[in-house]
């Protein structure tokens, strides 16, 4: 409202000053017709006379044009100087944790009924593919310690509703880091692995090597693989004709027993191989069913032993413990034993963790080792590999194998969601608080308030336009026009009455209108003999003009606003 009622103001100025100034030109003499009788400010709006005042040197003129027509911005500036948005607001909640960072030695999946576990599976399988939200408490990494969210703040003292954003607080996460590295054919290597097909083609001898830091050489086998009379000896099943493959994703387990330090219960053997369709002889010289078979054999395997992990951290969840974001705030722990509540060797808990981990992530169909010449697998975990990229060239019998740097950093990554997943599915593994070891945390909840801001943009908008404004008013008032006309040059009646007997009127007949003679006069305002012999006050030629006084004395000005004009101002000579 404001800046629409001060544009009319600033137009009745800017036409006032498009009338005065050429007879403010004129009374000072000497001035030539472009900047005043030939000067058309009144043929356009005031403000549009901006580039006919900057052609005349008319200054002041051509501001107030400018000012006239930004008053439009300055509207449009202050309409939207005040917003309505949210601020973020951190209100204290005090709450408590209920479980404990100990794990109570209990198994995370204790079969009872025989029956294979597989909502890890299906849970990272949902998510994958579908989108769908991890559980509580659980992101692609970790799982973290859940604490208690009560009631969360709706309003604020005043009644003002509260938009909840998210609550955080500190807490420890747990997870999983695997470390893969690649077995060697060759069994002289510290980590080899040693796999063959056997004579009756049903089977492989599959076996890996190692050499421990203390010097020690040790040998591992596949834990849920169906072994033969050999225990490297493992039963696949009848072999399909053409280009074939399978995939290994197993648990390891010691030879025979032999305490090896956890090593080979930690241990898991993810393969790719592919048997190529009756070419260059692996097999040379064995027959099956009287025919020779000659099969060409490539694989790839590495070894992967998870580290467990546990550090405090920063997390943000939702009011349904939907973890948001996660900032580590502590080292991971170097002592991890420190973190199992059982009187028996912690070492030797954290070493059964990680195995029982290992048998439920590798969940190895019974048949073990599974041929197939088609581009489907049949365990769980290459299944998740190819929804992850996208694409089934791990398992295509008719693709290359995959390269040795992808595929350990796809099997980690995998790896350490599914870890994650079975503790926050399986959150019994952990002690409860008793009443008495309940710990107390202060949460940070984060809400938004709906307030009102001040745009910065428009508050300096604003300011500019309104600060050139104040400027170019107290220019005018400082240089506007002297009160020396008898009356507004507002009518023809009036203007010929400024030019009545005067000489110049016949500069701009139609024949000199345009002629040279106008151009190169000169014209004032003031007192002259004009052609009817009397004296006028008005335009003529610049030479036969006596100047007036810069005040007319006949005019009394207004002292203190107790005094008021007497009347029109005089013409005075």
Request: proline residues 5%; charged residues 15%.
């Amino acid at each position: 409202m404001f800046a629409t009622l001060l544009e009319p103001a600033w137009v009745i100025l800017n036409r006032i000053l498009c009338l005065l100034q050429p007879f403010d030109e004129l009374r000072k003499g000497n001035a030539t017709p472009t900047k005043t009788i030939q000067a058309k400010y009144t043929s356009l709006p005031p403000q549009l006379v901006v580039w006919r005042a900057l052609r005349s040197g008319h200054l002041l003129l051509a501001a107030v044009c400018l000012i006239a027509v930004s008053t439009n911005i300055l509207a449009v500036s202050l309409s939207g100087l005040i917003i309505q948005g949210n601020a973020v607001e951190v209100v204290p909640l005090e709450s408590s944790q209920q479980l404990l960072t100990k794990f109570r030695g209990l198994p995370i999946r204790e079969n009872k009924f025989n029956i294979n576990y597989y909502s890890h599976f299906y849970t990272a399988m949902s998510n994958i593919t579908g989108g769908t939200p991890l559980p509580p408490w659980v992101d692609q990494n970790r799982f973290y310690l859940p604490f208690e969210i009560g009631a969360v703040p709706v309003t604020t003292g005043s009644g003002n509703p509260l938009l909840l954003q998210d609550i955080r607080g500190p807490t420890m996460g747990f997870g999983a880091e695997l470390k893969c590295f690649k077995l060697s054919s060759d069994q002289t290597d510290d980590n080899s692995v040693f796999f063959e097909v056997l004579p009756d083609i049903d089977s492989v001898d599959f076996s890996t090597s190692h050499l421990l830091d203390n010097g020690t050489k040790i040998q591992c086998i596949g834990n849920q693989l169906h072994h033969g009379t050999n225990g490297t000896k493992v039963l696949i099943g009848d072999l399909p004709g053409g280009p074939t493959a399978f995939e290994a994703f197993n648990p390891m387990i010691p030879v025979d027993g032999v305490d090896d330090g956890g090593f080979c219960e930690t241990l898991i053997v993810a393969g790719w191989v592919r048997l190529g369709a009756n070419e260059s002889s692996v097999l040379a010289g064995e027959t099956q069913n009287g025919t020779n078979f000659n099969r060409n054999l490539s694989s790839i395997f590495l070894g992967c032993r998870p580290q467990l992990q546990v550090a405090s951290f920063n997390v943000s969840v939702d009011p349904g413990g939907r973890v948001l974001s996660a900032r580590q705030t502590s080292n991971f722990s170097s002592d991890t034993a420190q973190y199992f509540s059982s009187s028996s060797n912690n070492t030797a808990n954290v070493t059964s963790l990680l195995s029982q981990a290992n048998n439920l992530i590798a969940a190895a169909n019974s048949n073990g080792f599974s041929w197939h010449n088609d581009s489907f697998t049949s365990d769980w975990f290459n299944s998740l590999l190819g929804q992850t990229i996208h694409s089934d060239v791990l398992v295509d019998p008719l693709a290359p194998l995959p390269n040795l740097a992808n595929a350990t950093a796809i099997t980690e990554t995998l790896y350490t969601q599914l870890f994650a997943l079975l503790l926050g599915l399986n959150t019994e593994v952990f002690a409860q608080t008793e009443t008495a070891d309940i710990i107390p945390l202060t949460l940070d909840v984060v809400v938004e308030e709906s307030r009102l801001f001040i745009s910065p943009v428009m508050f300096k908008m604003a300011i500019v336009l309104l600060g050139i404004q104040l400027i170019v008013a107290v220019l005018y008032y400082t240089h506007r026009p002297r009160r020396f006309l008898p009356r507004m040059p507002t009518s023809i009646a009036s203007i010929i009455a400024f030019v009545a007997a005067s000489r110049a009127v016949a500069d701009f007949d139609e024949k000199g209108a345009d002629g040279k003679n106008g151009d190169e006069r000169r014209y004032a305002y003031g007192r002259f003999i004009g052609t009817d012999g009397r004296t006028h006050v008005g335009i003529e030629r610049h030479r036969f003009v006596v100047p007036l006084k810069s005040q007319n004395p006949a005019v009394k000005r207004r002292r203190w606003g107790r005094e008021k004009d007497k009347g029109q101002a005089l013409t005075w000579i």
